[in-house]
């Protein structure tokens, strides 16, 4: 097969390569059931040692090769991002960082807000346009038994509103749905932050990795989430925000402002997917639901050039064919990497 190089890196079904996901840690302090069950992730769990992970020059050198193929967002994922020490020197770092047309890149970090009260400024300052929050529910007992290590709900509300105070360019809430834990938190959520120009996106209850204890019956439906919603504040579609934008967008007829939802399972969005993702320990993977990545840590601490890097990036996703979510059977891989070592 022919790699073709330059800022219009295309896979085998034309998708462009233009969203980084890089997670820089695989550790997280809370549990929940979705993503680290404490069953699974207990005290003695193994998590990868400080030199198993990408320094901040090794994230850089594989965001530049990201770059150079026409990457213009990057995300910063874990785990929970937060833990890991000094994460604002990688935001500048990152901050500095060009588009071939000399552009600055759309910098982005997902977080489950337990230190965003504390860090908000500071990444900011450091450069970071936006922020996501994770946030399953309003109500305390529900929340505490999700994140399920007590953690109270109020301290990540702070963290939302510090990064309020510091400025970002958008401030997201993601909720993921499971039945029979916090589906009937929907409508107190989307009225939380009704008017206050935060985007809440609910999620459907994803089969990532096999330790979550994924069900169908547990999922409920996008088309679901937005009607509970439509039929309390009433809604009209709108237009993506950008080309494989995740998320199916709905304006508040009222101009109240926006929600989202995405539905990886019941309208699978494959078919326009941009994004690749680069676990803690440097290995790529170009969909969420992988069972195996490829070993760009092994690249660069072997002495690889960058141009011998930029061709490694543009032979992996020259050769991508991944559709899982919309081949989701019986016949698809038992084994899936887990979220908290992909990243989201």
Not at 171 to 198: S, Y
Not at 220 to 233: G, L, Q, Y
Not at 327 to 342: C, F, G, H, K, V
Request: glycine fraction near 8%.
């Amino acid at each position: 097969m022919a790699v073709q190089l330059g800022p219009r890196l295309r896979d085998t079904r034309g998708r462009m390569l233009r969203d980084l996901r890089i997670s820089v840690t695989d550790r997280c302090n809370f549990r929940c059931v979705y993503c680290m069950p404490k069953e699974v992730f207990g005290r003695d769990h193994d998590f990868l040692p400080h030199a198993m992970l990408l320094s901040f020059e090794e994230i850089v050198r594989v965001a530049r090769a990201g770059v150079a193929h026409g990457v213009h967002k990057l995300r910063l994922t874990g785990g929970e991002p937060l833990l890991r020490r000094d994460i604002e020197t990688l935001i500048a770092m990152l901050a500095e960082l060009r588009t071939p047309e000399g552009e600055r890149l759309d910098i982005a970090l997902t977080t489950n807000g337990s230190a965003l009260a504390h860090k908000a400024q500071a990444l900011r300052d450091a450069g970071l346009n936006r922020v996501t929050v994770s946030l399953d529910s309003l109500d305390d007992v529900t929340f505490r038994a999700m994140n399920d290590i007590d953690f109270p709900l109020q301290r990540v509300l702070d963290g939302i509103r510090a990064a309020e105070e510091a400025g970002f360019d958008a401030i997201k809430v993601n909720t993921v749905v499971k039945r029979g834990a916090n589906e009937d938190d929907v409508l107190g959520i989307a009225e939380r932050f009704r008017g206050t120009g935060v985007t809440v996106r609910f999620i459907e209850f994803m089969d990532v990795g096999t330790t979550n204890g994924w069900n169908l019956d547990q999922v409920v439906s996008s088309a679901e989430i937005v009607e509970r919603i439509d039929a309390a504040h009433p809604l009209e579609p709108l237009q993506p925000a950008y080309p494989g934008e995740t998320a199916t967008r709905w304006r508040y007829r009222d101009g109240a402002g926006e929600i989202g939802a995405i539905s990886s399972v019941t309208a699978p969005f494959c078919g326009d997917c941009t994004r690749a993702r680069i676990s803690a320990d440097g290995k790529l993977f170009t969909c969420l639901f992988a069972s195996r990545g490829h070993d760009l840590r092994a690249l660069l601490r072997g002495g690889c050039s960058d141009a011998e890097l930029e061709a490694a990036l543009a032979q992996i996703w020259g050769a991508r064919d991944d559709r899982y979510s919309e081949l989701r059977s019986a016949d698809t891989p038992a084994e899936r990497i887990e979220m908290s070592y992909i990243g989201g």
